[in-house]
Nanobody
Protein backbone atom coordinates (compact mmCIF):
# COMPACT_ATOMS: atom_id res chain seq x y z
CA UNK A 1 0.00 0.00 0.00
CA UNK A 2 1.43 3.32 -1.11
CA UNK A 3 1.60 6.00 1.54
CA UNK A 4 2.94 9.53 1.67
CA UNK A 5 2.65 11.01 5.13
CA UNK A 6 3.44 14.68 5.64
CA UNK A 7 4.32 16.19 8.98
CA UNK A 8 5.82 19.34 10.43
CA UNK A 9 3.15 21.88 9.64
CA UNK A 10 1.76 24.31 12.16
CA UNK A 11 1.37 27.93 13.15
CA UNK A 12 4.41 30.18 12.89
CA UNK A 13 4.99 33.93 13.05
CA UNK A 14 6.13 35.86 9.99
CA UNK A 15 9.87 35.50 9.58
CA UNK A 16 9.86 32.12 11.26
CA UNK A 17 10.83 28.69 9.98
CA UNK A 18 9.29 25.27 9.60
CA UNK A 19 10.57 21.98 8.28
CA UNK A 20 8.11 19.72 6.55
CA UNK A 21 8.75 16.00 6.15
CA UNK A 22 7.11 13.46 3.88
CA UNK A 23 7.66 9.80 4.68
CA UNK A 24 7.05 7.44 1.78
CA UNK A 25 6.30 3.74 1.70
CA UNK A 26 4.91 1.14 -0.66
CA UNK A 27 6.91 2.09 -3.75
CA UNK A 28 10.53 2.44 -4.81
CA UNK A 29 11.14 5.92 -3.48
CA UNK A 30 14.60 6.33 -5.00
CA UNK A 31 13.23 6.05 -8.54
CA UNK A 32 10.71 8.86 -8.15
CA UNK A 33 11.15 12.59 -8.42
CA UNK A 34 9.47 14.30 -5.48
CA UNK A 35 7.55 17.55 -5.35
CA UNK A 36 5.94 19.82 -2.80
CA UNK A 37 2.77 21.61 -3.77
CA UNK A 38 0.62 24.00 -1.81
CA UNK A 39 -2.94 25.17 -1.98
CA UNK A 40 -4.27 28.27 -0.29
CA UNK A 41 -8.00 28.82 0.29
CA UNK A 42 -9.71 29.86 -2.93
CA UNK A 43 -6.60 29.32 -5.02
CA UNK A 44 -5.32 26.61 -7.32
CA UNK A 45 -2.74 24.12 -6.17
CA UNK A 46 0.73 25.35 -7.11
CA UNK A 47 4.10 23.67 -7.42
CA UNK A 48 6.49 24.94 -4.76
CA UNK A 49 9.62 22.80 -5.15
CA UNK A 50 10.85 19.68 -6.89
CA UNK A 51 13.82 17.37 -6.55
CA UNK A 52 15.09 14.65 -8.87
CA UNK A 53 15.14 11.00 -7.90
CA UNK A 54 18.71 11.05 -6.59
CA UNK A 55 18.63 14.66 -5.46
CA UNK A 56 21.01 16.18 -7.97
CA UNK A 57 18.51 18.61 -9.44
CA UNK A 58 16.10 20.96 -7.68
CA UNK A 59 13.64 23.57 -8.86
CA UNK A 60 11.64 26.21 -7.03
CA UNK A 61 8.74 28.53 -7.63
CA UNK A 62 9.89 32.12 -7.94
CA UNK A 63 7.88 33.02 -4.86
CA UNK A 64 9.97 30.76 -2.60
CA UNK A 65 13.44 30.92 -4.17
CA UNK A 66 16.08 31.75 -1.60
CA UNK A 67 13.73 30.94 1.30
CA UNK A 68 12.76 27.28 0.83
CA UNK A 69 15.02 24.27 0.36
CA UNK A 70 13.92 20.84 -0.79
CA UNK A 71 16.03 17.80 0.06
CA UNK A 72 15.66 14.05 0.30
CA UNK A 73 17.13 11.09 2.12
CA UNK A 74 16.65 7.98 0.00
CA UNK A 75 17.90 5.77 2.81
CA UNK A 76 14.97 6.99 4.92
CA UNK A 77 12.45 7.27 2.07
CA UNK A 78 11.81 10.84 3.13
CA UNK A 79 11.66 14.21 1.41
CA UNK A 80 11.93 17.49 3.28
CA UNK A 81 11.00 21.10 2.75
CA UNK A 82 12.89 23.60 4.87
CA UNK A 83 10.97 26.86 4.92
CA UNK A 84 12.65 30.00 6.21
CA UNK A 85 11.62 33.66 6.33
CA UNK A 86 8.01 32.63 6.15
CA UNK A 87 5.41 35.14 5.02
CA UNK A 88 1.65 35.26 5.54
CA UNK A 89 1.22 34.47 1.85
CA UNK A 90 2.92 31.12 2.44
CA UNK A 91 -0.15 30.04 4.39
CA UNK A 92 -1.58 26.96 2.68
CA UNK A 93 -2.00 23.23 2.87
CA UNK A 94 1.26 21.67 1.70
CA UNK A 95 1.16 18.40 -0.20
CA UNK A 96 3.87 15.90 -0.99
CA UNK A 97 3.80 14.36 -4.47
CA UNK A 98 5.72 11.44 -5.93
CA UNK A 99 6.16 11.80 -9.69
CA UNK A 100 7.23 8.86 -11.79
CA UNK A 101 5.65 5.81 -13.41
CA UNK A 102 2.68 6.64 -11.22
CA UNK A 103 1.68 9.72 -9.27
CA UNK A 104 1.06 9.57 -5.55
CA UNK A 105 -0.15 12.25 -3.15
CA UNK A 106 -0.06 12.76 0.58
CA UNK A 107 -2.95 14.02 2.65
CA UNK A 108 -1.44 17.44 3.23
CA UNK A 109 -0.25 19.41 6.22
CA UNK A 110 -1.46 22.88 7.17
CA UNK A 111 1.02 25.73 7.40
CA UNK A 112 -0.27 28.99 8.84
CA UNK A 113 1.92 32.08 8.98
CA UNK A 114 0.37 34.71 11.21
CA UNK A 115 1.21 37.03 14.06
Amino acid sequence: QVQLVESGGGLVQPGGSLRLSCAASGFTFSTYAMRWYRQAPGKERELVAAISSIGRSTNYADSVKGRFTISRDNAKNTVYLQMNSLKPEDTAVYYCNAWGPNAYWGQGTQVTVSS
